[in-house]
């Protein structure tokens, strides 16, 4: 099965389950290279993302929005 974009987001999926994502093809298919650019990108603002909540957290800032 594979895993919807949706789904990764809202389970606060990290950056390297990104590449876990694998889209079906079917006759007409898609643009793999618009895929594969969306999905880097995501991944790459996801990275960016879990090193900024580890250097807050290394410093002492709450976790979340709820203060932990």
Known sequence: ??????????AGSSAADV???RFDT?????RMDEVDA?????R???ADRER????????GAP???EGG
């Open 1 to 10: 099965c594979h895993e919807r974009i949706a789904d990764l987001v809202h």
């Open 19 to 21: 590449d876990a994502v």
């Open 26 to 30: 079917a006759l007409r298919g898609y």
């Open 38 to 42: 969306r999905l880097s990108a995501l």
């Open 44 to 46: 790459d603002d996801l």
């Open 52 to 59: 900024t909540l580890a250097r807050l957290q290394a410093q």
């Open 63 to 65: 976790a979340g929005p």
